[in-house]
């Protein structure tokens, strides 16, 4: 007999309906699919594939995440991204049912522009969020000061991160964020770790700097691997078939080339929202638990 399992998606977002039921048999991954994304990290990974939803479903998993966390803690400190995550966030925030005066809101990469700048990514935040719902604490926000050169910035945001989680200055303990929003670009990389970039072995620096993103513009901050990896939770978006291939490549192909397929939370979870286009090449389900 097949062994079934059931993912129910449901809507948290208001005005969201219930998402239905998705049913995987295990019988229908072969092994030759399944094992490379066993081998990808030995954090536990949800998989969820939500027809057009990906907006209601990331919003959602926010509101859950945040008031859970609120439930064991005075605090809820999340890491927001660019790009069309940027677009979710900003424009659905404001539904959430949650405490918003207990958020801290960090972002895990900043483009070094001014706020007013169309590349901002503090900016779309600003635009479509703080200055249409001005009841949404603005306090909230920690944005990189980007009046400072990449260099200086970089080391005024680390410092900014561990003073907001009650770390002295010279701290060498790396932060636990209770959640990172995260996105895929199409060649791969998330916050602004590129593929084949130095800064994908950086060990030791918490917030980066780059002067020479290969995608524009070239002045940078991010949070590295030693952070992201220390998050309690990674949530990734993926919308559109142009992510197709390239999420195969990191659930199913295990391809460690890609920075997205480096995250790997050691002692949290990882998570992905695709739509239907964007899941069309991956067969079965990728979801697991924690492997030894």
């Known amino acids: 007999s097949s062994d079934l399992f059931v993912i129910q998606l449901t809507g ?14 295990t019988n229908l991954v072969n092994f030759s699919c399944r094992k490379p994304a066993l081998k990808m990290s030995t954090a536990p990974l949800d998989f969820y594939q939500v027809g057009d939803a990906v907006c209601d479903e990331l919003l959602g998993l926010l509101e859950k995440y945040a008031n859970e966390t609120l439930a064991k803690q005075d605090t809820f400190r999340v890491g927001v ?27 895990c990469d900043e483009r070094i522009v001014p706020e007013n700048d169309k590349e901002s ?19 909230a926000f920690y944005p990189v000061n980007c009046t400072l050169s990449a260099t200086d910035a970089a080391i005024d945001y680390e410092k900014t991160i561990r003073k907001a989680f009650g770390q002295k ?24 770790l590129f593929p084949e970039h130095p800064l994908l072995d950086e060990k030791t620096v918490l917030i980066a700097p780059i002067e020479n993103s290969p995608k524009p513009p070239p002045k940078r901050v991010t949070m590295t691997y030693p952070l992201i990896n220390n998050a309690k939770v990674c949530l990734f978006g993926a919308q559109g078939a142009g ?20 995250v790997n939370p050691t002692k949290g979870r990882l998570i992905f929202v695709a739509c239907d286009e964007a899941a069309s090449l991956i067969k079965g389900n990728p979801s697991r638990e924690a492997k030894p």
């Open 12 to 25: 948290s977002v208001i005005g969201c309906p219930p998402l239905p039921s998705l049913i995987y048999s």
């Open 81 to 107: 991204s660019g790009g069309s995550v940027a677009t979710i966030l900003a424009e659905g925030m404001h539904d959430l049912r949650s405490d918003f005066s207990k958020w801290q809101i960090f972002f």
């Open 121 to 139: 990514t503090y900016g779309v935040y600003k635009r479509d969020l703080l200055d249409n719902y001005p009841k949404f604490p603005k306090t």
């Open 169 to 192: 200055e010279g701290s060498t303990e790396i932060p636990s964020f209770d959640l990172l929003i995260l996105g895929i670009g199409p060649d791969g990389h998330t916050a602004s």
């Open 243 to 262: 992510k197709a291939q390239i999420l195969k490549r990191i659930l199913v192909d295990n391809d460690q080339s890609l920075p997205v397929a480096r």
